[in-house]
């Protein structure tokens, strides 16, 4: 658990936000299932992938800021906006190192960029359950904004 999760399970759980039992078992079906970046132990892959993966974290957590602030509870707003700021330092982190692949070796830098394009930037808990909601991802990402905007993106790439 990073330290952002953390921090947004305590606070759920110290202030009994959600139900702490369907949390937890999707945790342990989540570790159950694993997860497939499909990133190959490629650290080329492995950057551009996560480069991707921060920005989404980034806008989830600054749209979950905001609805947050829409429903009136400024603690979890804020609690929102210390992780989405967090995301945004590793979005820009891990850009910076794919920024220099790029420099550095640009022909297999561009080839595995395209690669990853092509097999697309899957939410590493795209397989996120919770014994009940077989589309629990799907509606999640829905909520907070995320599946939106990684195809936003990819359509930026393209272009
Ligand atoms: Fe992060």
């Known amino acids: 658990m990073n330290k952002g999760s953390f921090l947004m399970n305590q606070e759920a759980y110290g202030r ?7 949390i937890e078992k999707s945790v342990q079906y989540l570790i159950g299932s694993g997860m497939d970046p499909r990133i190959e132990n490629n650290p ?5 992938y996560t480069s991707f993966e921060e920005r989404a ?3 989830s957590h600054g749209n979950t800021t905001g609805m947050t602030k829409e429903y009136g509870d400024l603690k979890l707003a804020q609690v929102c906006g210390l992780i989405a700021s967090d995301e945004k330092r ?3 982190a891990y850009s910076k190192i794919v920024k220099k692949l790029f420099e550095v070796d640009p022909d297999r830098t561009v080839v595995t960029f395209a690669d990853m394009m092509r097999k697309k930037i899957s939410m590493p808990s795209h397989l996120m359950y919770d014994g009940q909601d077989n589309n629990l991802f799907d509606n999640y990402s829905t909520v907070v904004g995320v599946d939106c905007q990684v195809s ?8």
């Open 44 to 48: 080329y892959l492995g950057f551009i």
């Open 152 to 159: 936003k993106i990819k359509k930026e790439v393209k272009n």
């Open 57 to 59: 974290t980034f806008i």
């Open 16 to 22: 009994k936000l959600v139900d702490m039992r369907q």
């Open 90 to 92: 590793h979005e820009t």
